[in-house]
C-alpha cells in the first residue's frame, strides 16, 4: 500500500506568530517536505494545482521536475491537474516530458477544480465543467496512445495529423486517478476507463465517501475491469499529532480556529466528529485511519494532508517525522494483514504497467469503448 502527502499549498498566517510567509517560502517549503516525505519513507507526495491567491502551486510539473531531481523513490503526483481548464494537448506533453525527467516516477490525478472564477480566466465556462472533464480527458488518452491524431470536438479547434511530443516514456502513460469530492460523473468516468478513483476524504462524513467510492466500485465491475473489490481507490486525510491527545488540540487549535478553509465554523471537536480529522496521538490515528477500510473497503492509497493552515515549516518536518517513523510502519503492517487475496496492495505504476504490456487492467481500453463515452457525453 502507498502512503504520502498532499499539499494544497496555501500562503496562510501562522495566528501564534501573525507572520505570513512569502511565496518564495511556501514554494521552498513544499520542496523541503516532499525531500523529508522520502526521508522517513512515505511513498507518494501530491502537489494541487490553483491559479488564485493565497495559493502558490500554478505550475505542479515544474515543482514535481524540481523536486524529481532531489529524490530517489518518492511517486510525484497531483492533487488536482485541472482537466477542466488546462488543455489536454499541454497536458500530454507536460507529463511525459516529467515522465522522462523522473524516470517514470509519476503519476497525476484528474480533477475539474472547484474554485469558479478559474474558469474565464482559462475561456472556459464552469457550467461546463462535466462536459470538458469528459472530452478533454478522451483527447488526453488518446494523444498519449497514438502516434498521429486527427480530432475535433466542443471546447477546443481540431487537431489534423497532430503527434504528441515527448512521447510518454517506455510507450507507457502515467497512471491517472480521478479526484472528486461530490461528482458521481468523475466516479464513473474513473470506473469507464478503468483508471483510479480518489476522495480526498476530508470535508464530508463517512456516509458520504462510502457511497462515492461504492459507485465507482460498482462501476468499476459494470465495465468488466475486475471485480468491484480490485478497483484502485485513494483516499485523503488530515491528522495532527503529540503524545497526548489534549497536547495536539492545544497546539492545533489556533491553527484550526484560523484556517481559511475550516476556520470560523464547526468546533475543532465537532470536525474531527463529523469528519477524518484527527488530532490526537499517533496511536489514535493509527486506529481512524485503518477504520477507513471498514467504511470503504481495502484499498491501494492513503494521502495525509499536513502543511496547510499557516502551521511552520518545523512543526510539518516534525508531524511528517512521526507520521513517517511511528504511524506509517504500523497502518502498512495492519492493512496489508487484512487485505484479501486477489485484491492489489499498491496502485499501478511504471514499472508494473511497462511490465504488463498494453492489454493490462487499469492501463487500455479498447478505442470503441472510449469513442462510445465521449459521444455519451
Known sequence: MQFGIFSVGDVTMDPTTGRTPTEAERIQAMVRIARKAEEVGLDVFATGEHHNPPFVPSSPTTMLGYIAAQTQNLVLSTSTTLITTNDPVKIAEDFAMLQ??????????MGRGNTGPVYPWFGKDIRDGIPLAVENYHLL????????????GKF????????????????????VW????????????????????????IFWDQHHTRQMVNLYRRRFEHYGHGAAEQAIVGLGGQVFMAETEAEAKRIFRPYFDNAPVYGHGPSMEDFTE?????????????????????????????LFLMDHAGLPL????EQLEILGKEVVPVLRKEFEARRPAGVPSDPPTHASLVAAGPGAPHHLVEPARERTLAEKN
Open 100 to 109: 522522462h525527467l523522473a524516470g517514470g516516477r509519476v503519476d497525476l490525478m
Open 178 to 201: 480521478h479526484g472528486s469530492i461530490r461528482s458521481p460523473e468523475i466516479a464513473e468516468q474513473a470506473a469507464y476507463y478503468g483508471d483510479g478513483f480518489f476522495h480526498n476524504n
Open 141 to 152: 488518452r488518446r494523444l498519449w496512445r497514438e502516434h498521429r491524431v486527427d480530432w475535433e
Open 314 to 317: 518545523e512543526m510539518v518536518l
Open 156 to 175: 477546443r479547434t481540431p487537431l489534423q495529423g497532430y503527434t504528441s511530443t515527448p512521447a510518454p516514456l517506455d510507450g507507457t502513460p502515467p497512471f
Open 274 to 302: 463529523l469528519t477524518p480529522l484527527t488530532v490526537g496521538t499517533p496511536e489514535q490515528v493509527i486506529e481512524r485511519t485503518l477504520g477507513f477500510a471498514d467504511n470503504v473497503g481495502d484499498y491501494q492509497r492513503q
